[in-house]
């Protein structure tokens, strides 16, 4: 499923969209950084409620769809501005990372 | 045998928020030179890793990313205090980083085993007080 298709579905809210028609092929959930850089899986949908500026550089080493900012986890300006340059996309919804996990699964699996 | 490419970055050990730019510039040229995605994942994996713990602890340091037709070797250099048990820091989970570091996703103590994850070869060469030289490689076939 695509990112634009899975934001309208869950009605996430675009932060950051510089490829909203890249698939989501599984779901990652975690917030240590160094943790989610060696487990994520390319194309996945990351979940997680980190939003300082180093999300961008995790998310475009491993490769991730998207980034899923749970519980309505806003990052700063320039954490957005950053992830629109390096091709990343950000999201954010008031769900937990369970409900989103959840929900996704439902397209995923 | 044709030269290798080159790649040199120096690594800005005061600038947190920077940290990463040198493995996201790595990522970008191995793309540019047509290398396979896996290969470039692990590659810019290993490099991040590397690049961070020069962050964190050594307070920066120097990158070179060479790219052979057999393999691509990554060269990390810093002049930090050196890592004083090399198979302790190699555990999961083992970590010295501090509270403030920790608090920004890093310190999961990840950094070295998942830079042995992702090459093929490692090593290691720290003295206490004066630094740490870590060659990690990757091969191409």
Known sequence: MKVCDVAEKFSLKPLSVADSSREITGVYIGDLLSWVMGRAESGDAWITIMSNINIVAVASLADVACIILAEGVVPDENVCITALQKGINIYTSDKTAYELAAALAQCLL | ?141
């Open chain 2, 1 to 141: 045998m044709s030269e290798a490419v080159r790649f040199h970055f120096t690594v800005d050990g005061d600038d947190f928020t920077s940290a990463g730019q040198a493995s996201v510039q790595v990522k970008k040229n191995l793309r540019t030179l047509g290398i396979a995605p896996e290969i470039i994942r692990k590659v810019s994996i290993a490099m991040y890793e590397g690049e961070i713990n020069m962050v964190i602890h050594a307070g920066g340091g120097e990158a070179d990313v060479l790219i052979f037709e057999d393999r691509i070797e990554i060269h990390l250099c810093d002049n930090g205090p050196g890592i004083a048990n090399i198979d302790l820091a190699m555990q999961e989970g083992f970590s010295t980083a501090p509270d403030n570091i920790r608090s920004l996703g890093f310190g999961a103590g990840m950094g070295l085993p998942n830079m042995k994850r992702y090459s093929d070869s490692i090593t290691i060469d720290s003295a206490l007080g004066k630094g740490t030289k870590i060659l990690m490689t990757v091969n191409l076939s």
